[in-house]
């Protein structure tokens, strides 16, 4: 089967043509194969695809071989993809079709493997501050969709809280479907610092959707401005809030292409 790998601030993902996979896989178990990172080829998710005219249609399964609706740094990755091999130039636009609808891609620069992009990622949704008991103690959180569930804990940023506080956040049972979560400190008006516990795969190293997640709860409790540099451990990105929705500016880059032997 043929496969690509690339990643965008460490968050990375295997790209699979859609003609690739068998009619009869079982692809859960195929993401958890293909993703594990010392048997497989390493990934936080598997992305399966059709190409179009305009860019192409994905589905998205975690690394543990869960349904995911949309990633924003995956449909970067997938977006680099295709200006590689279509040899597209700054300027121009891709378009590429998730299960949290189209989201079109605005090439701004190529500079050797890396590719950047302002991608639209639509309007949040269901925004709300709501106090959830995590083993006794009412933590204060944010929760929203940006095309899949986040749910965002402003305050202290710290390892500590991330693989407690968060871990707990993303399995309970107030999200039925899971959560990704994100710790939030607004360091400045324009700055905000973030760390990741992604629904289905654990701490990653950038999120897009996460970072749009956490520019929103902290634009709208955090005293954020509406256009904010994001930083998680993997780098910064930005994110726009405006009257035509959230705009999320990173780059991707293509790292690998080969076959998996099976």
């Not at 790209?15 to 936080?44: N, T």
């Not at 950038?206 to 634009?219: K, L, Q």
């Amino acid at each position: 089967m043929k496969l690509v790998k690339a990643h965008a601030y460490g968050n990375d993902f295997l790209l699979m043509p859609e003609q690739e996979v068998a009619v009869a896989a079982d692809r859960p178990a195929l993401s958890r194969e293909l993703c594990d990172r010392h048997r497989g080829l390493g990934a936080d998710g598997l992305i399966t695809y059709s190409e179009g005219p305009r860019g192409a249609r994905m589905q998205l399964l975690n690394a543990d071989g869960s349904y995911s609706e949309v990633s924003g740094n995956g449909v970067r990755c997938l977006a680099a993809w295709l200006v590689r091999t279509r040899s597209l130039r700054a300027g121009q636009s891709i378009e590429i079709e998730t299960d949290a609808g189209v989201k079109t891609l605005d090439l701004l620069d190529t500079d050797g493997r890396r590719v950047t992009f302002r991608a639209g990622m639509g309007q949040p949704e269901q925004i709300q501050q709501r106090a959830i008991d995590v083993d006794g103690t009412a933590v204060t959180a944010v929760t929203l969709r940006v095309g899949n569930p986040q749910c965002v804990v402003l305050g202290e940023v710290s390892e500590a809280r991330l693989h407690s506080i968060a871990a707990k956040l993303a399995v309970h049972p107030v999200f039925p479907e899971g959560s990704n979560v994100e710790l939030a400190t607004v360091e400045a008006p324009d700055a905000v610092r973030i760390l990741i516990w992604e629904r289905g795969v654990g701490p990653t190293e950038a999120s897009g959707t996460g970072a749009c997640a956490a520019a929103v709860a902290a634009m709208s409790f955090g005293g954020a401005g509406r256009d904010v540099q994001v930083t998680s451990p993997g780098g910064t990105q930005r994110v726009e809030w405006n009257d035509r929705g959230l705009f999320l500016t990173g780059w991707a880059e293509v790292v690998f292409e080969g076959r998996w032997l099976d």
